[in-house]
């Protein structure tokens, strides 16, 4: 008997309701809860992380006036907030919050493949969580290794929470990845397993491509993790020596002998490079439809967008080594990385030129989605361009350590994505709650947290030009080569960060306000093409599809097609008459 | 599954086909699928582990214990090298044999072969998981082998060896389990009832991966 395709079995599938509160709202297996319960803690979690940089700012741009932060706790919180900021919010968010919601409203199907694994998933992931904010309140507090958690000085002591802290760290880190392998199974098997009738793969949205992508690559880079951390935990708990070499300490001479911390450099970035890319892929993949449904125009070179997205992910497992320049490994391998990470530039800025010539000449919309979209697209340029001067060998060795490091990082990884975040919500808010949003507040949150975003991280490029080092927690007069002009400049960025700070505030009164008194949504306010938009009801029921499930005719970018109805023609319309053939794969119209 | 599926191509053209076709790449269920998925991320810890094995070994400045010796046994008064260890793998691997044989049955839907057969795989996984338990209790009560040290050499020997191995034992167990578990669903005729077998060839995925890490384990620890 041959296996019969989920679009082609009868109504066994349509799901029952489930009626109690619990079972309906937290022990939830619809895709769509598991989504908002995912975004909900992501976004908590990451509400600390928030406050956390606003501290060390309060410390680096008033420095011996509040003293909140002492010296040695200063590590603590970088490394909590980083750590934070990358797995526990971004990554929890594409792919638990937006990846659960939108893959199977995308793709047509009634749920996940295996529901509950999927909300295992989550309950895993809030476990996790925990886990890392118990390391708050263990003896010694949290670890203060710095987001890499390098050894040696991870597990010895003399670095804040190396004892008690790091396990915490590590322990969270793997159920994490015990969580995420829940639910990345179940994401890429949906995509593979669960598309509705019509849809090809070339016919998904790119948002589902850079999720799916984004989960093989998290499936194959948190190993990598996940062994690094088991084998740290082993050399810090029981004295066994995988990345501890002999090392004296406290003046005395450690158990350890013969370890390669080097190592667990290469392991870690194994994950770490990738993981960029498992934050970056979901951002390149909903700003492309953004960018397409606010401008009213096809998406540029979509064929090419999903190769793109492809051999970045494939090439995002060769450049792992450009973090180690300094290292101290073998020069030779620093000429192999700088050349794989100047090519995955090619795929990245090609990305970079459709987004751009989708939008040119466009009917473009300025909605919030839109703006947040458009920023995307700046900031990203500003941190892919100063990503090209570290991925060279000779260039990064002065730079490494210093702030210039901090301003690229979190122009690329930190603020790009978050704006996507951003503008995602936004987009999506209708449908997920039935509500619409503020739109005055959300332009105002836009504009805020776009330019302060650069109020703060553009004098960290010029702070690091001029070798100011990162991770410090001062800079007292006695550095004699860091200008007055740092110190302005120090001071001037705290300041942006606690005005774009207090602004998140007005985003989530928003969010809040709105999901009570908002006016009620259109089910297509957008008015685009994809399939989460055509549902039965908005917000969609447990289910998603009533009795029938969608059937694909197009794919999703029939936007201002010459002689349609509408400027637009939703994926499930069929071809008529009325309702042209469109401009899938470039066909003229 | 007994029969392809009548629409699949041979060769490259029905992969395209596969590929360029809506609703599923694959003609296959969910579960095998997503075992596949699991199996290669599996596969990348497993290769993560034995990496670092290598390079810890390579990186150590004190000499490696020769583990011909470590893993020898004396029977009847011969010193023989690796003898558990060989016995270990014929075990394991004639297990995946009556896996397969299992699957075979399956696909014939006969409840009672199928059950008995992987009741037996599950046994002889258990008889595996038993000779290590005796192999780590003679290298930790005979040897003196801890994980942070031993007298015969690098500290990362121990280190390595209970990490990986406990890694794959504990992999062994599981699929003990899990198989003990399906077996006992194919006799209860739940899978009659449910229509397929295929939870039998997905579990049967599962032991056939961890018999293969096993060899990997033995070529790259053991004999070299
Ligand atoms: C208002 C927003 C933010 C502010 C004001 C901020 C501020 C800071 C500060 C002050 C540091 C420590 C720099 C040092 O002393 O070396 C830091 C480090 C870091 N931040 Fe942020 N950050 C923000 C958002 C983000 C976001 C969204 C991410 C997500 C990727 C992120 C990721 C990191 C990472 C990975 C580190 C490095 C930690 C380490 O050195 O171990 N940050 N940030
Ligand atoms: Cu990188």
Redesign the pocket.
Known sequence: MAFVAIADRDHEHALHDPQSFIRKYIWSQDHKVIAVQYALVAISIGLVA?TM??L??LQ?GFPDTFNIIAPQEYYQY??M??MI??IYL?TALFLGGFGNYLIPLMLGARDMVFPYLNMLSFWFYLLAVLVLVAGFFVPGGPTGA???LYPPQAVLPGTPGATWGIICMLASLAIFIVAFTMGGLNYVTTVLQARCRGMTFMRMPLSVWGIFMASILGLLAFPALFVSAIMMALDSLIGTSFFMPAVASMGEKTVHTGGSPLLFQHLFWFFGHPEVYIVALPAFGIVSDLLSTHARRNIFGYRMMVWAILAIGCLSFVVWAHHMYVSGMNPYFGFFFATTTLIIAVPTAIKVYNWVLTIWRGDVHLTVPMLFAIGFIFTFINGGLTGLFLGNVTVDVPLSGTYFV?AH??MV???SP?LVVFGAIYHWYPKITGRMFDEALGKFHFWMTFLGAYA?FLPMHYMGILGVP???YGYSDAIQFIPPSVHEANEWISIS?MI??ATQLVFLYNLIHSYFKGPVADPNPWRATTLEWQTPQTPPKHGNWGKDLPEVHRWAYDYSVPGAPEDFIPQNVPHSDKTPVGREHGVPT | MSHEPATLEPGFRGVTADWSADKQAFPVPWGKAMMWIFLLSDTFIFSCFLTSYMNVRMSTTDPWPNTAEVFALTVAGHHIPLLLIAIMTMVLITSSGTMAMAVNFGYRRDRKRTAQLMFATAALGLCFVGMQAFEWTKLIVDEGVRPWGNPMGAAQFGSSFFMITGFHGMHVTGGVIYLSVVAWRVLSGFYDRKGTYETVEVAGLYWHFVDLVWVFIFAFFYLW
């Open positions: 928030l940089s606003v060390m700012r680096l970088i490394t907030h980083g900021m990358v971004l710095g987001w890499t901090v990082f979190h990884m930190g603020v978050i703060i990162r991770r410090y960060a774009v700070a």
